[in-house]
């Protein structure tokens, strides 16, 4: 009502642009305070234990100065868990993102029948709880499961392959389970955008007798690079902070041999372990924040758009 | 309007603090006279629940206690018991009294969170003497066993039946069996088709090891916490491992792509399995099962097996500690103890109580109950999680053979030091 009384003076109080501000920050307020106790607070109280020995249960700090992020970086089981992390992420990312692409750029395609169910079925993976996918994938692939007793009827080895407790094996296994279960929600964000993509791009192109490869790729990819920085971004995040699904699957130990160890799982461990190591664990979170940030501007940087802005 | 609900706030602090003190004079007048009227004090605890007969027999406890002492109940329900009652005791907010796994109890102790118990007032020497003995330390007593499990070597009576192998041909020593595997396998795979029964599930977990390692002076953590796998004794006994896997007619339950023995066992995929009393209702219930359970195969001699048991701990810092002991006490005591061993089918730690509700006219359950004359209490310092972990984590690989046993031992040694060391 108030809205409507247009004063010729300039506006005071909780209108006018002045007060639009002020209104704006009142209703960003909540979110704020909210952030600043369950983030903020905990990422520096994060920080501050980093630097200090601690036992939470009697909550005695002890200051050790740098010594928790030296150990990080002299500790062979961090440096494992760390190449298993990266090589992980370098291996699903790209993966993730090209099959995302083009699943979603051969749904878009017009003349496809049932696109809705294919959709559909495609989505449902993202629906599953990652906890019970893991145990899914485990039933797949234990030494008497469907995988085993298809490939060896198909007469590829004759003793099945035990690809959950073998090192070479395990790691590859949540890859292929991690992709599976995150295409789908990127497939949805890149049909979203090609829902947008004006059909007159494709037909110019028709016209000049460009083939499919060519239409996607001169056309639909770099329409899609501001789509394709978001997935990429997301995905390096969530690959790097990959920890339930190594969890359940090596029962907490990162086992077989370390092969499944993460940092998120090594953090954990540390942390939540019958040990007064929150300090270390602490350092850990760290040096994988700064890790994941930098990864995440220089994949930015070369895929070559201008970011989220 | 406004002026209405200002005056309920303000009757509502008058009545809540007029509560408060009834309260403090109450809890005087019991305190005082040690009696066991506890009328209008709460006390918390904090449990887990492992299966919905649990939380019956923990409503029945709870319903006698309220109505022998006057006093209210309050469960604090834990789901992943060992992240979040560390985040409790460091946010001072831990319940009065609370489950804890006798592997986990050196660490409380060591943590100083646990209050010492009257032994005479928790009835101590009626328990089974191996399970009381876990909570004590330096002749104090600082938890008391709620219940108390078993292993035993579970038989699939139909898969015996189909190949045609009698129960009691079932060889009873490690060595027997490693001898005879191989050819009951020969016989589940004519049976049934290759690879699609197993003989035998076996368990890297130390949980499960340790008693084998443990045999013959072996001594896998040494005094002051330290992992010690790859020490000569400890990789002996491993052999015994090393040559059950060598027979090919053994998997753990994960190889066969199930959580847990009980599992796989249920499901057909293994004819015998070394599982707990836990998994009996399951078995019977959910799976239907036709069973046996056997005592555990000895090893060197002897029968060996492990014992995991729960206690109740009371918290330091509680601020009803009388009340806290006197729930202890009463959910141990003989009736306590009967109400819940009677609605979960667990077996109880106090050898009055087995009497009492005739556990042993069962014959399977009678095999769990006498194993604890046999087995060893997991237990073994503040650094057994911790050395745990990397076990699981090294032991897959040398039995595979892929890696000798002393290299993967060595590792896990390494590993596991390495993060206690980051404890000091």
């Not at chain 1, 070479?168 to 890859?175: C, D, F, N, P, T």
């Not at chain 1, 300090?279 to 940087?301: D, K, P």
């Not at chain 2, 985040?87 to 969170?113: E, N």
């Amino acid at each position: 009502m108030e809205m409507q009384k247009k004063s010729p003076k300039p506006a005071r109080g909780l209108n006018g642009k002045h007060g639009q501000i002020w209104q704006a920050y009142i209703f960003l307020a909540p979110a704020f305070v909210i952030a600043a106790v369950f983030f903020i607070a905990a990422i520096v109280f994060a920080l501050f234990m980093s630097f200090n020995h601690v036992n939470m249960i009697s909550q005695q700090f002890e200051f050790s100065g740098l010594k928790n992020y030296i150990d990080v970086f002299q500790d062979d089981v961090a440096m494992t868990a760390l190449k298993n992390t990266a090589i992980f992420s370098a291996i699903v990312v790209p993966m993730q993102t090209i099959i995302a692409l083009l699943i979603a750029y051969a749904l878009s395609t017009r003349g496809i029948k049932g696109k809705k169910l294919f959709r559909l079925v495609y989505f449902l993976p993202t629906l599953t709880s990652s906890a019970a996918l893991t145990l899914i994938f485990m039933f797949i692939f234990n030494v008497t499961g469907p995988l085993n007793n298809f490939l060896i009827s198909m007469g590829l080895y004759q003793h099945p392959v035990n690809f959950l407790q073998n090192p070479a094996y395990s790691l590859k296994v949540i890859m292929v389970m991690n992709i599976w279960s995150t295409v789908p929600n990127y497939m949805t964000v890149y049909l979203a955008s090609l829902v947008d993509l004006p059909e007159s791009f494709y037909e110019a192109a028709e016209i000049d007798g460009a083939s499919a490869w060519q239409k996607l790729r001169y056309i639909t990819i770099p329409y899609l690079r501001p789509i394709t920085t978001y997935v990429l971004l997301t995905g390096i995040i969530g690959t790097f902070q990959m920890f339930d699904q190594a969890y359940i699957f090596s029962n907490g130990s990162g086992g077989p041999d370390n092969s499944t160890l993460t940092i998120a799982l090594m953090v954990y461990q540390y942390a939540f372990g019958s040990m007064n190591t929150m300090g270390y664990a602490c350092a850990l979170a760290v040096v994988l924040t700064i890790i994941i940030f930098v990864v995440s501007r220089l994949t930015e940087r070369l895929n070559g758009s201008e970011g989220l802005r | 309007m406004k002026k209405w609900i200002k005056g309920l706030g303000v009757t509502s602090v008058l009545a809540l603090s007029v509560g408060l003190l009834a309260a403090c004079g109450s809890s005087k007048s019991s305190s005082s006279t040690k009696t066991t009227n506890f009328k209008g004090q709460t006390v918390k605890v904090g449990i887990w629940y492992g299966s919905d007969q649990e939380r019956e027999g923990i409503n029945k406890i709870i319903k006698g206690f309220e109505k022998k002492t006057g006093a209210k109940v309050q469960t604090k329900v834990y789901t992943n018991f060992n992240t979040q009652i560390q985040a409790d005791l460091s946010g001072h907010t831990a319940p009065d009294v609370f489950y804890m796994d006798s592997s986990m109890y050196p660490w409380f102790k060591k943590q100083g969170v646990l209050a010492k118990l009257d032994k005479k007032q928790m009835q101590s020497s009626k328990f089974y003497p191996n399970l009381i003995k876990a909570f004590e330390t330096k002749g104090g007593l600082y938890g008391v066993p709620k219940d108390n499990s078993t292993l035993g070597l579970l038989v699939n009576k139909k898969i015996m039946k189909k190949t045609g192998v009698k129960v009691s041909s079932i060889p009873q020593s490690y060595n027997g069996l490693i001898k005879w595997l191989p050819g009951f396998q020969a016989k589940l795979d004519k049976a049934y088709g290759k690879n699609k029964v197993k003989a035998m599930t076996y368990d890297q977990d130390m949980a499960r090891n340790y008693t084998i390692m443990a045999t013959n002076g072996g001594q896998p953590l040494t005094n002051d916490g330290k992992a010690n796998l790859a020490s000569s004794k400890v990789l002996d006994n491993m052999k015994l491992y090393q040559n059950l896997v060598k027979t090919g007619a053994v998997a753990t339950a994960k190889e066969l792509g199930s959580g847990d023995n009980g599992t796989a066992f249920g499901t057909g995929k293994v004819a015998l399995t070394e599982e707990g009393n836990w998994t009996y209702n399951v078995q019977k219930k959910q799976y239907k099962t036709d069973f046996e359970v056997l005592p555990m195969p000895s090893y060197e001699g002897k029968r060996r097996g492990m014992i995991f048991t729960v206690g109740w701990g009371e918290y330091a810092a509680s601020k009803v500690k009388p009340l806290a002991s006197a729930w202890i006490a009463y959910a141990t005591s003989k009736e306590g103890m009967s109400k819940w061993v009677k609605s979960t089918g667990t077996m109880p730690s106090r050898s009055d109580v087995a009497k009492d509700v005739n556990l042993t006219k069962d014959s399977n359950m009678k095999t769990w109950l006498n194993a604890t004359n046999y087995s060893t209490v997991w237990q073994d310092g503040t650094t057994l999680t911790t050395v745990n972990t990397s076990y699981q984590n090294f032991v897959a690989k040398a039995l595979e053979g892929k890696e000798s046993m002393k290299a993967a031992m060595t590792s896990a040694d390494k590993q596991a030091n390495a993060a206690i060391e980051k404890a000091h």
